[in-house]
């Protein structure tokens, strides 16, 4: 019984002798936690919302995506061998600065359908990739319009006074054609929305330089009902408005199901 009570005498000595965290000590402790937050959202993933209906029914308006920025970023020597670094493929989807210097600074979010060397028409709607037409189960077609001639037998229509043909991709574009086909030049890709009726893309603004992707999007850490022209709302009154209904209807107008959906 003696025996028991030194030891737990001890004990309680030993923890009463433990040092106190000092208030530098845990000012360092949350400084090094904050620095490393700061570099993954900087270097590793980014948050993005999506704010438009061009790749529904697999992104839709309100999307909160978290998107990988070294998977497709440059190899590099002090981190390469503990990072997946894989080069850009045909299905992947991709977040990238648009090309067009007229939206310089805006990120969009679209489907690699031609990596460089691959030869692109569409006919009827229909994609055909180095001769063969693409099974692709993922597109929206409700909003198809078969008169749209441009948009669905690319590039064999010539572009036309249609203001949401980039003038400079409508200058630049003959110089890609070969035999009907769009050919995909080096250190480029071509992509298109999957709510293929209503995307703006690849054909009306032309080709992704690889420098301007950002990364991959993983998956849907929260979705919420957006309004489609929420985007175009930029006010401050209009933010603080919505901000109000985000809280007032966080439960009711979140979409559960879509909560950390893998995106594909």
Sequence with gaps: MERLAKKEKKAKEEVEEKPRETTVEFLASLCAVLVTGLFIITFIVQAFEIPSSSMEDTLLIGDHVFVNRISFAPKSSWIGPIIPYRNVNRGNIVVFLHPDP????????????????????????????????????????????????????????PPDSDPNISPIWQTQLPSYIQDGDLVVPPGHYFAMGDHRGVSLDSRYWGFIPKENIIGRPMFIYWSFETPGDEYTRTSIGDRVGFLGHVVLHFFDETRWKRTFRIIR
Excluded: M, W
């Design 102 to 157: 007229q939206y310089a600074g805006t990120y969009v979010v679209k489907r690699i359908i031609g990596i460089p060397g691959d030869h692109i028409h569409l006919r009827n709607g229909v994609v055909y990739r180095n001769g063969q037409a693409l099974d692709e189960p993922y597109i929206l077609h409700d909003r198809d319009d078969p008169t749209d001639s441009y948009r669905n037998s690319f590039p064999a229509v």
